[in-house]
């Protein structure tokens, strides 16, 4: 079991930031280099590595502090210029760091070390001596930048509607009414919100694709899909591959959304689903939490130590620290994440309140990551250690959301039937939009002189291929492929977004384990303990989960989750 310090004392909000002192961390790095290249021994060696590993895990827990606290409130000041600084000077810490991985990547003492640490952290050792170079410390500089932009633009959006200020998520709220030109005004203003930045979020765009192939290019790639796939660490598989678990998406479950879409249209007495339908799944209204904010968290606490000692001190240790912020405020980062404190061995989670369901997903699907890295970290020798690859790291999200339906008539009561088979149907509804924005993006950095209207195009070619049910009900901003823009990812994680699907299928997997009868808590523990001390191929293989890539993982996994929404849906009354 690796060290424990797990020294944070109070809440989060009490934590103490300061600015990293980079220059002196690129000097302590240089020391423990040159510790390292002559050390003896084995330990001597270990102990230089673990230096300057601690070093990069400081500056990394300070960052990620200010991020938090300027993900809070947009228009922090303070905190907006912290993160300028990092986004100005992290690049330029990698290119020292790189040096001191240089030295390790030709150790004698490699083996040993990978033995201790596990392979995947030397595989990425490697990719960083391809992908770190001073020719692209400006251009990330510019991208990170970017990003910050971004997320001015649409945290600064919000509109009057029905009585109250709404951002993007508030009107997401209105759009499950019962009363339909509630939901089709609320939708109105939703898409007349991206409507009206529409301009702001091309230019964005476009400077970020052409920002993104310079990278690329500088680094000897033919394009950016090439480079991305090795930045994010998908050293098993091609964009070939990725090609072709899409188009098995399109073969297996394209035609069981259909289904359920049509079902979904009968069940609300409507000819033809609209866009701003879709997230109503019953005529008489959604199944709602019961409670404000803190009685969620508290129920969420409940519900943790009831399903196992492990998640039991997990979510009390979260409680006791204050390790998250839930309520949607002006002026605060749009979606929710987790994130993680190396120094103090502490997830944090984040999101926006919006009174529906989504809620308690972020109390199950952001506590899944959270848990993972707090299992992880205290069993592994490095606290960066502590998440995986993204497609692994999904999966630990996506279960906790399924292992939690015992619990979850805490939260709604007499409708907790109606809740499950909804989740239950939402996360199979939801895979084809998942591998729609990906392909979407294969065609903008395939074609990287593309302009706005052909990325629209390129939308509305891709809606039709894998979502052939969608409509905007005639909104013209919509229906000309405006659409893509609503999604984050795009801007500011490129790429990620088909590890959603990957990992929702892996989630399926060892849902119908539990279905089944197998210990999949024990499957899903010892997936949770191996953190990223594997890639992602033996990852799965060493927590025995079938591969989702592969065309008949996904033909199996369809065929039992619309087996199972029809168990479901047998529960609701």
């Known amino acids: ?77 303070f905190y907006d210029a912290e993160i300028k600084f990092f986004n100005r000077e992290m690049p330029k810490l990698m290119m020292t760091l790189k040096k001191a991985v240089k030295a390790v990547l030709a150790s004698p003492f490699r083996p040993q070390l990978e033995e201790k640490y596990g392979s995947h952290m030397f595989k990425d050792f490697e990719v960083q001596q391809r992908l770190i170079k001073l020719t692209t410390v400006l251009p990330s500089i510019r991208e990170n930048n ?86 994010r660490g998908r050293y098993d598989y091609d964009a070939q591959k990725v090609a072709e678990f899409r188009e098995a998406v399109r073969k297996y479950i394209t035609p069981l959304c259909d289904r359920l879409f049509r079902e979904q249209a009968g069940r609300l007495g409507i000819e033809k689903l609209e866009w701003y339908d879709e997230s109503l799944c019953y005529p008489d209204g959604n199944a709602l939490p019961a409670g404000t904010p803190e009685e969620l968290t508290e129920k969420a606490r409940l519900m943790y130590e009831e399903m196992s000692p492990e ?80 497609e692994i790291d999904e999966i630990h999200s996506m279960t906790m959301e399924l292992f939690a339906y015992p619990y979850m008539e805490r939260f709604f009561g007499e409708k907790t039937d109606k809740y499950i088979y909804a989740h239950f149907t939402d996360a199979i509804k939801t895979i084809p939009y998942l591998v729609s924005v990906d392909e979407f993006q294969h065609r903008v950095f395939e074609n990287p002189g593309s302009t706005s209207a052909d990325w629209r195009r390129f939308w509305r070619e891709i809606e039709a291929k ?52 197998g210990n999949a808590w024990a499957s899903y523990l010892k997936l949770c303990g191996l953190g990223g001390m594997y890639g992602y191929f033996e990852t799965l293989k060493r927590a025995d989960i079938p591969m989702p890539l592969e065309p008949e993982t996904v033909k199996e996994l369809a065929t039992f989750a619309g087996v199972q929404a029809e168990k479901l849906k047998e529960n609701v009354t």
């Open 1 to 77: 079991m690796g060290e424990v310090r797990n020294n944070i004392d109070g809440k989060f909000r009490d934590l103490k930031y300061e600015r990293p002192d980079l220059k002196k961390a690129r000097k302590d790095f240089a020391e423990y280099a040159g510790q390292f290249k002559a050390a003896a021994t084995f330990e001597a060696a270990d102990a230089a590595f673990l230096g300057f590993q601690r070093i990069m895990e400081s500056v990394t827990t300070q960052n990620t502090i200010a991020s938090i606290r300027n993900t809070m409130n947009m228009k922090d000041e």
């Open 146 to 231: 970017l990003g910050t932009e971004y997320s001015k633009t649409a945290a600064a959006c919000s509109v009057e509607f029905m009585g109250e200020k709404c951002n993007f998520y508030g009107l997401l709220r209105h759009m499950q009414s019962t009363d339909r030109e509630e939901r089709k005004a609320a939708f109105e203003a939703w898409a007349g919100l991206y409507e009206s930045v529409s301009d702001k979020l091309d230019a964005q765009y476009a400077k970020l694709v052409k920002t993104r192939s310079l990278i690329a290019r500088r680094l000897g790639f033919k394009n950016y899909i090439d480079y991305v796939y090795l930045a």
């Open 311 to 390: 998640t039991g001190e997990f979510f009390n240790f979260m409680t006791e620290h204050e390790l998250f912020d839930f309520v949607t405020r002006e002026n605060k980062h749009l979606g929710g994440y987790c994130t993680f404190l190396p120094d103090y061995k502490a997830p944090f989670i984040f999101s926006n309140f919006n009174g529906t369901s989504a809620d308690i997903d972020v109390l199950t699907h952001e506590a899944g990551h959270a848990f993972e890295a707090f299992y992880a970290s205290r069993r592994l020798p490095l606290a960066m250690q502590a998440f995986s690859t993204s």
């Open 466 to 517: 894998y979502m052939p049910w969608r409509s905007y009900g005639g909104n013209a901003f919509l229906e000309g492929g405006g659409f893509w823009m609503q999604k984050q990812h795009i801007f500011l994680y490129p790429f990620y977004y088909v590890d959603y699907a990957l990992a929702q299928l892996g989630a399926f997997s060892l849902y119908r384990m539990q279905t089944e009868g």
